[in-house]
């Protein structure tokens, strides 16, 4: 019998954990994902496909788990999951005070200022995660993605239907920004400081003479910062947050010099 279908009969018959061979299969789930043997989601050619097994998994290791102290002197910690390790086998760069939890993924290159990684995330190589920034469960950040200081990614394990927040290969996510619910930054994407983004908020495109609504979704190489607009409710007209789309990143072999130019044409805050 192979872990997926172990794992599917274990979340119908939560019984089974009782059983070794089912609680070998979770554990071998959360192994796969904290080697980046396994993702909770994953690119399947231009769209993303999400492996709702992999985040069963995931919710069932937590009730296997025993409540542990974890003393890394002088500090300590009391949780059910264990820290992530052998960061330098990894060529993961990790500075005090960042905390990866196992089953995330960090891939060769990746910079974690003092921040935090929970189970079932995916970092790909060459990102960083900036200081206090924070990468929730089961979110899948690309390669050379920068989340600046203080970004929030949000997680999502229940419900399950619910897909992960995805940000795509090189996009840029600028200080205190708020990604959650699911919702897609696309290749190359550059958000400024501020923007909030969930699954209901409207990201209004005002590069042309007619706006275009979006929502969950920043198409790729998109520059974004925050904006409102005016909305009626019985009690009266009040401003509400929204995302505006100014322009585009222009094509350039150096994703570097394209970023800052990106930056100073728009004036986009970090």
């Known amino acids: 019998m192979n872990i997926e279908k172990q794992v599917e009969e274990a979340w119908e018959d939560r019984t089974l954990l009782e059983r070794k061979e089912y609680q070998n299969a979770v554990y071998e789930t959360v192994e796969k994902l904290d080697k980046g043997e396994l993702r909770c989601a994953e690119p399947n050619g231009s769209e993303w496909k999400v492996n709702e097994w992999v985040k069963k998994a995931v919710v069932l290791y937590f009730p296997l788990m025993k409540m542990e102290t974890i ?41 974690m200022m003092p921040s935090y990684v929970n189970i079932g995330a995916y970092v790909d190589e060459d990102s960083m995660v900036d200081t206090w920034a ?9 390669k050379k993605v920068h989340l600046s200081g203080g970004v929030g990614i949000g997680g999502v394990l229940e419900p399950l ?10 996009a840029f ?41 979006l ?3 920043i198409p790729p190489r998109s520059v974004v910062i925050p904006g409102s607009y005016e909305k009626e409710f019985p009690a009266g007209k009040y401003n509400v947050s ?11 072999t150096d994703l570097k010099t394209s970023l800052n130019e990106a930056l100073r044409e728009h004036s986009v805050a970090v």
């Open 134 to 142: 924070t990468v929730g469960s089961c979110a899948q950040i690309g």
């Open 173 to 213: 996510i600028g200080s205190r920004s708020i990604v959650v619910e699911g919702v897609k930054v696309g290749k190359e994407a550059v958000l400024g400081a501020n923007v909030v983004l969930t699954k209901s908020t409207r990201i209004i495109d005002v590069t042309g003479e007619k706006e275009q609504v």
């Open 215 to 217: 929502r969950g979704e």
């Open 71 to 111: 003393e890394l002197n002088p500090f300590e910690f009391h949780d059910k999951i264990p820290l992530k390790k052998n960061f330098a086998e990894q060529r993961v760069r990790v500075v005090p005070h960042a905390i990866a939890r196992k089953g995330s993924f960090l891939a060769p290159g990746v910079v």
């Open 242 to 252: 929204c995302a505006l789309i100014i322009g585009q990143r222009k094509e350039s």
């Open 161 to 170: 239907q619910a897909a992960p927040v995805i940000i795509e290969d090189g």
